[in-house]
């Protein structure tokens, strides 16, 4: 049985408290292993200079449009494909382009994140496709990342995994943005935008700090159920970004197949494990056929305690087993399932 563990830390410094908070690790796995993926973040002292800011299409700019009202994007983007709601009170826009997939927060009619991958971005120094070196030699990435607002402070902390993976940026005092590596290829696969309370409220590194912490939305059954669709047509959505970025075929949703992801992702949320087995050893296999699935070949992704499905995404193309689900040619149809932060991807060979 697997438990997540949250630990924090009081010291006393010079009268005040400084606290050293751990986010709840992150966990994946294919059919047949099982790797954790740590996680933590790190502070940079100098801000990140843009020379040619790269944009979201011609009409967006990636970085500045943090702070911006979300009529920016109905004049210059129109309406968009979806809205679906998040885990941390802001709203998703979904728009998907011939050259990419975007992912824009809007929290009290203003755009507070934003999420962008498979497109070719217009403007150095940042571009989809750009190797980790270029872009390491350009602003040294940086271990410790830190923001201040007053008297309080927090101090990002990276690990390795995390340099190499998603390292962190300030762009400006409060805003920031996490770079998204394919380690595979060492190319930039994503990028997310956020600003300095939703970085703290999605606490995806470890934080050493001094003050308060944002605190998470407490979500009723009926908010977490529209999130979960959400999140499960955005790891649908994503999946196929990646696929189509490869020269791989996309996949068709596959709706039963959805219903045995989503019912093993809630198992493991309810009965406090992590495993392609349930605890009375049913596996895939089993698991498909008590909905009567045809199939020639099938396989399974899962993972638990990512931010949201962007960073689940993103987790598993870093994994070499992982991704080999995520890119098979013969895989002709998905199921995916999320309950609260567990997520599962089924796939599927089926003749047409």
């Not at 796995?29 to 011609?58: F, T």
């Not at 979300?70 to 494909?81: I, Q, S």
């Not at 762009?171 to 996490?178: D, H, I, L, P």
């Not at 009723?220 to 189509?244: A, P, Y």
Request: contains cysteine; charged residues 25%.
């Amino acid at each position: 049985m697997m438990r997540f563990i949250r630990s924090i830390v009081i010291l006393t410094v010079i009268a005040l408290s400084i606290f050293y908070f751990t986010e709840q690790q992150n966990f994946m796995a294919n059919e047949e292993e099982l790797i954790q993926v740590n996680r933590s973040l790190k502070e940079k002292s100098n801000l990140l200079e843009i020379k040619s800011v790269p944009v979201i299409s011609e009409e967006i700019d990636l970085f500045e449009c943090i702070g911006q009202s979300n009529e920016l994007l109905l004049e210059r983007l129109g309406e968009p494909l979806r809205k679906d709601p998040s885990a941390y009170k802001y709203e998703w826009w979904i728009y998907k382009q011939s050259k990419g997939y975007l992912q824009f927060g809007i929290l009290n009619n203003e755009i507070v994140t934003v999420f962008g991958t498979g497109m070719e971005m217009n403007g150095k120094p940042l571009q989809i496709g750009q190797m980790y070196d270029e872009l390491d030699e350009e602003f040294s990435f940086e271990d410790e990342v830190t923001y201040r607002e007053g008297l309080s402070s927090y101090t990002f902390r990276l690990t390795k995994e995390d340099l190499m993976m998603r390292p962190l940026m300030k762009v400006s005092e409060n805003v920031f943005a996490q770079l998204y590596f394919d380690t595979i290829t060492k190319k930039l696969s994503s990028i997310r935008v956020l600003s300095a309370d939703i970085l703290l409220m999605h606490r995806p590194y470890e934080i050493v700090y001094r003050g308060d912490l944002p605190q998470k939305p407490d979500l009723t059954e009926s908010e977490w159920k529209n999130v979960e669709k959400g999140m499960e047509q955005q790891v649908f959505d994503l999946t196929n970004v990646i696929r189509k970025r490869h020269n791989i075929p996309i996949l068709e949703w596959e709706e039963t197949v959805s219903g045995v992801a989503f019912n093993h992702s809630k198992d493991m949320a309810k009965n406090n494990y992590f495993s392609h087995y349930k605890l009375n050893g049913d596996g895939l296999k089993e698991r498909l056929a008590t909905k009567d699935v045809f199939y020639v070949s099938a396989g399974e992704n899962i993972a638990a305690q990512y931010t949201d499905a962007p960073a689940a995404i993103e987790g598993w193309l870093n994994s070499e087993s992982h991704r080999e689900a995520l890119l098979n040619k013969e895989y002709t149809h998905l199921g995916v399932g999320v309950y609260r932060l567990y997520y599962t991807q089924n796939f599927l060979e089926q003749p047409y």
